[in-house]
């Protein structure tokens, strides 16, 4: 029984070592960060004046869309009705974030489910 012990207390205090040893990990894949604004009644990318832009991602990519709303006294909300993603309503001066990760390639669309005639634009998936 004691060289039972002498093993099991070596076997701790290996696995002690190894608990606290460095370890190796796969670097994760960057987020795509994706800077959407409402101004005049219309999505901009920001820093950018065109219209409700198609927006390009990649499947598997990790996407963060931060929603800003810069219109003054008008309220937003951001949908991904083809991705089942929607924000809170979005009052003037404040933003939101949708993440997701797509999973298959094609086209959806992107609006403000509260003016989604003005405020529309397309979501491109590639593989």
Known sequence: TRSWLIRATVLLVGLGALAGAPRIVAPSKAVHEINLV???MAFTLEGLETENPEIRVTVGQHVRIRFRNEDPGVDHVLSLPGLNLRSAIVKPG??????LVPKTPGRTSYECTLHSRMMQG???ILQ
């Open 122 to 124: 397309t979501l491109v």
């Open 38 to 40: 409402a101004r005049g």
């Open 94 to 99: 404040q933003q939101a974030t949708l993440e």
